[in-house]
Nanobody, 127 residues
Framework: QVQLVESGGGLVQAGDSLRLSCAPS????????MGWFRQAPGKEREFVAA????????GYADSVKGRFTVSRDNAKNTVYLQMNRLKPEDTAVYYC????????????????????WGQGTQVTVSS
């Protein structure tokens, strides 16, 4: 069982930046593709960004493309979500997720395909 721990959320103003981190509580990230999702109050969970196991391939929701960057440091067992030019509509609880994979080039948008989830970290962007 992989336990994921997110950190880095907080309250910021529109236009500011935040960097979220996600790390497993004990096991390594080897052979796991990673994703970031978010859920705003009263809304369904939505895909934000994802990265392949190798880190060589990434994908983004249209709403964050050009503003958010997902990356990973497998040596540190950490995945990051750099969020720039934040908007009030980015306010949500952000979750990281891990999916076991057999090879390193794919990323995944479907939240239902992930095996493990973190508890989430709150990001609030004021106008």
């Amino acid at each position: 069982q992989v336990q994921l721990v997110e950190s880095g959320g907080g309250l910021v103003q529109a236009g500011d930046s935040l960097r979220l981190s996600c790390a497993p509580s004990e096991r390594t990230f080897s052979n796991y593709a990673m994703g970031w999702f978010r859920q705003a109050p009263g809304k369904e969970r939505e895909f934000v960004a994802a990265i392949s196991w190798s880190g060589g391939n990434t994908g983004y929701a249209d709403s964050v493309k050009g503003r958010f960057t997902v990356s990973r440091d497998n040596a540190k067992n950490t995945v990051y979500l750099q969020m720039n030019r934040l908007k009030p509509e980015d306010t949500a609880v952000y979750y990281c997720a891990a999916r076991s994979v057999a090879y390193g080039s794919s990323w995944f948008q479907d939240g239902g395909s992930y095996d493990y989830w973190g508890q989430g970290t709150q990001v609030t962007v004021s106008s």
